[in-house]
């Protein structure tokens, strides 16, 4: 399988994606103000860690950053015999009235997103959320769109897109494998 | 009819006896064993039936001397008749059967209703032994004399002990004068009551309530001590601890009068088998530790015990398939004895000879009942076992009524063929007799 | 979605009856599954969807406000729907038997059973009649691994781990689950345990387990990290065989004197409800050291973590 791994997005192209989600965001919002940004475990958060560093270098403020934990509003937790890992959610403000920017790092058949969107609920009532991902790989099985996409790779269902941030090794590149 | 039991390896402990010979049934009786016997030398005409029995066993019938039948008052666990065919399928040709009934074997009519059940079933000869107290209660004798002449042939108030030594001493004496034996439960309550299990480490693990080893061995010290100091005899049932059999090793080479039996869950199995909290695993004494297991497998060997009963205890599925604190105590055993102390002989235990001893000719001797040996004029109760029958344990497939066997699926060597009974073969394996 | 199976992890039985079979992974992947859901019962909404429609029955033959309690807002913090059957050992055993209550609880399809019972090993028998997950909540006297599982949990928030801790459980051995399924699971945990209580209320052999029994508490509690007092519960004995409560208490009743002899830091446990002065005297149990409420609210996450785990485990 080795061989055939081929880089579909390298650093430079990342970085300029980036920027661009965040001009656009920061556009949209008019500026920073009662933005929130929630990345969804694990894939979103190294990206919203970025994303909230490039507003902070164009805007000069820091927008709080939560961390969402969707396991236990998957839909397919207990079909499967093998329970996922659970990691923290780490929300510690309120999402009442704020505009939330949620972050993933790719958006595939949907499903993780509305398990997102049902757990933000829980959270409390955001005035608005949107959408922000590195990739769309597209197979959308359900009528869920990014409102803020860096790039849109066609892949084949079988493959698996994979994200590498430098911040857990190695160097920024997106790969389908 | 005339039966010629052919080619058969006889073991007769009663006479010293172990060859390959030919045995002639006649009118009931034994009436010749001699090797390759021929039909023209038999005189005295009519036809005779002849069985071929090489490689099988011919001994003297089965014995059991310790079985509950639940009749009459518990029909829906057993019956004198599913009983009694319970034992000649497991190679019993007679068994004791004990007087907790309801109402209990405790006087004559009762006594005269089971040997008119057994008559009527005409199956195993089935000799009642009646209680030691009235109503198992343990405070007055009961009609002694009275019961030996209807026909019980020990007394036992098995199920509950004896408690007060002072009437177990009056039993032991009164009874001896009518030479009947009496068969002793042996059991502090005191020390036993709402218990479940062997006290042990795996009673400890398990959480439940235990059954110390001490309370059958307080009782059995008790009742070799008024053997002792009376002059008579008594019989310990089901004997299940390493302590017990040297108190009746000792109490035996001292010369008093003291005969024991066991049953063969106290040599087959552990009490570690509770592990599962299975129910049928359940029983009274309760299975102990592997230290009595191998004590009790010792005394059958240098003869401190001189009996294998079954302790054969049917229970409805409604009193086993509960908590294991609320099943009833007790395990059937008619169908499974014979192959599970064959399993002795296998591992050189005991011998063949050894083995009819304790199934056979002791319990005729204990219980003063006839049969127990081939001689010559004896009555003709045979039992042909195949040493060498592989079976698997299958409970649905038993005569008794019930189906608390805690040995389902184990797989056993040895079986009983043919059953004979005065003469009439009351049970044949349609693998080998077809 | 990003597949489960990386990371994926589970419990690969079908059922919890005690901690004795319990391995070290298996403990700590329900501690530290309980870690995570500690978090949403501090949110507002106390409640998530992963469980919605599971049906957990909880079966109980004796009477417990808290067990239960526990069960019940574990099970609906993780939105399954529960169903609370008591039912009295009395009437067991006049009617219906376990196996025909096994059939007809299978029969209505429920996912999880929790049942509690004073008859060890009941739970046992269930689990081996119906295709449900079975949840021990306490069968007579031999296990509670729901509470063992809880004080593990409180052990390790205070203490940062549980190897090579001094725990000692004190109070009635012989009649307590609590008892031995943290006996199992400490042990498992690399604990070193003692036992103590009065000589007549050790059960047999105990010292199999791997523990140590001690019958005079001071030296029981001298250098302890953990001291466990267990509910002196007299209705549970076959008889009453102490003498008296009072005299229960001047031995092993845990006071500020005592409690001296342990660790600095050593911390007081309690599976509740506490008979005040007759275990445990009120200044130590409302004292600095005491966790009992710890374990009270780590009860409910390790709960919540169990039905999660065993949820969908059926074959």
């Known amino acids: 399988m080795e061989n055939k791994k081929r880089i579909v997005m390298d650093a430079d192209r990342i970085d300029r994606s980036i920027s661009r989600i965040a001009y656009e965001m920061l556009e949209d919002n008019k500026g920073a103000e009662d933005m929130i940004v929630i990345a969804i475990r694990t894939g979103g958060i190294l990206l919203a860690r970025r994303i909230r560093e490039k507003i902070s270098h164009i805007e000069g403020v820091e927008v709080p950053l939560g961390i969402l934990d969707i396991t236990l509003y998957r839909d397919d937790v207990i079909m499967r015999g093998k329970k996922p890992k659970m990691g923290e959610t780490d929300i510690p403000f309120s999402l009442d009235d704020k505009r939330v920017i949620l972050v993933d790092d790719v958006i595939f058949t949907g499903r993780t997103i509305r ?12 005035r608005l959320i949107r959408l922000a991902v590195l990739v769309d790989r597209g197979h959308r099985e359900l009528p869920i769109q990014p409102d803020y996409v860096g790039e849109k ?24 494998l | 009819m005339k039966l010629l039991l052919k080619g058969g390896r006889i073991i007769d402990p009663s006479q010293d006896m172990d060859e390959r010979s ?3 049934i006649d009118k009931g009786r034994v009436a010749r064993i001699a090797k390759d016997m021929s039909l023209s030398r038999n005189k005295g005409g009519g036809s005779t039936q002849i069985i071929d029995l090489e490689g099988a066993i011919v001994a003297p019938g089965l014995i059991d001397m310790h079985t509950h039948l639940r009749e009459p008052g518990f029909e829906y666990k057993e019956t004198i008749r599913t009983g009694a065919a319970a034992a000649v399928a497991g190679g019993f040709t007679a068994v004791a059967c004990m007087a907790n009934t309801n109402p209990v074997n405790d006087n004559r009519s009762v006594t005269d209703f089971i040997l008119r059940q057994a008559a009527a079933a005409g199956l195993a000869r089935v000799y009642p032994l009646a209680a030691v107290s009235k109503n198992l209660e343990g405070k007055q004798l009961t009609e002694f004399n009275d019961l030996k002449e209807a026909g019980a042939v020990g007394l036992s108030d098995d199920g509950r002990p004896v408690i007060s030594s002072g009437l177990m001493r009056q039993a032991l004496e009164y009874a001896h004068s009518l030479s009947l034996p009496v068969i002793s439960h042996c059991e502090d309550l005191g020390l036993s009551e709402g218990g479940a299990m062997n006290e042990s480490f795996v009673s400890t693990d398990l959480g439940l309530p235990g059954i110390p080893s001490i309370s059958e061995d307080i009782m059995v010290s008790r009742d070799i001590a008024i053997a002792r100091y009376t002059g008579t005899a008594v019989h310990i049932a089901h004997v299940s601890t390493a302590e017990s059999v040297e108190m009746i090793r000792r109490a035996k080479r001292e010369g008093v009068a003291v005969t024991a039996e066991t049953a063969a869950h106290y040599f087959t199995l552990t009490d570690e088998s509770l592990r599962g909290y299975s129910t049928n695993f359940k029983v009274s004494p309760p299975l102990r530790g592997a230290r009595d297991r191998d004590a009790v497998r010792q005394g059958l060997r240098d003869g401190t015990i001189d009996a294998i009963a079954s302790d054969h205890a049917p229970h409805a599925s409604m009193e086993k398939d509960v908590e294991f604190a609320l099943a009833a105590f007790g395990m059937i055993g008619l169908e499974t004895s014979l192959a599970l102390s064959l399993a002795l002989v296998g591992q050189g235990i005991i011998t063949m000879g050894r083995l009819i001893e304790l199934m056979s000719l002791n319990p005729s001797r204990i219980l003063r009942i006839p049969g127990g040996s081939l001689r010559e004029g004896s009555i003709a109760d045979v039992t042909v076992i195949d040493p060498e029958r592989e079976w698997t344990v299958d409970p649905s497939t038993f005569r008794s009524k019930s189906r608390n066997c805690p040995f389902e699926g184990r797989r056993l060597t040895g079986k009983a063929v043919l059953t004979i009974v005065g003469g009439k073969i009351l049970y044949r394996d349609a693998e080998f007799l077809p | 979605m990003t597949p489960a199976s990386d990371n994926a992890i589970t419990l690969t039985r079908k059922d919890l009856l005690g901690l ?6 298996e403990i700590n992947l329900v501690l530290d599954t309980a870690e995570s859901f500690k978090e949403i019962s501090t949110r507002t909404i106390k409640k998530v969807p992963t469980l919605r429609g599971t049906t957990v029955i909880n079966l109980f033959y004796e009477a417990s406000t808290r067990t239960r309690t526990s069960f019940e807002i574990a099970a609906k913090r993780l939105s399954a729907d529960t169903v609370n059957i008591s039912a009295s050992t009395s009437s067991v055993v006049k009617g219906e038997t376990l196996v025909d209550t096994a059939k007809t609880l299978e029969a209505m399809n429920p996912d999880i059973i929790v049942i509690r019972h004073s008859c060890a090993g009941a739970p046992h028998i269930l689990a081996r009649l119906v295709s449900q997950s079975i949840i021990n909540a306490g069968d007579g006297f031999h296990e509670h691994p729901t509470q063992a599982l809880l004080d593990l949990l409180t052990i390790r928030q205070r203490k940062g781990g549980i190897e090579g801790l001094k725990v000692v459980i004190v109070g009635d051995i012989q009649h307590s689950r609590v008892a031995r399924s943290n006996v199992y699971g400490m042990t498992t945990m690399g604990a070193r345990v003692t036992l103590c209580g009065p000589a007549i209320l050790i059960p047999r052999s105990v010292e199999q387990m791997g523990v140590t029994v001690e019958t005079d508490m001071k030296k029981a509690v001298r250098g302890a ?43 007081v446990m309690h599976p509740g409800p506490i008979n005040r002065g007759t275990e445990i005297a009120p200044e130590v149990a409302d004292g600095p050291r005491s966790v ?19 949820a969908g485990g059926r074959q």
């Open chain 1, 115 to 126: 398990a997102a969107l049902d757990a933000l609920m829980d959270f409390g009532r955001p």
């Open chain 1, 153 to 176: 790779l066609p892949s084949a269902f079988w493959e698996e897109v994979s994200v590498n941030l430098s911040e857990s090794g190695g160097s920024d590149e997106v790969l389908i």
């Open chain 2, 22 to 24: 030919d045995v002639l």
């Open chain 3, 20 to 25: 004795k079979d319990l391995s070290r992974d």
């Open chain 3, 225 to 267: 990290d953990v001291v466990m007092m267990l509910r002196m519960q007299f209705e549970r004995q076959r008889s009453i065989v102490f003498p008296s409560i009072r005299e229960y208490s001047q031995l092993f009743c845990l006071t500020g004197d005592t409690l001296e002899l342990a660790k600095k830091d050593a911390i």
């Open chain 3, 292 to 310: 009992i409420l710890d374990q009270v609210s780590n009860g409910v996450a390790v709960r919540m973590a169990l039905l999660y785990l065993l």
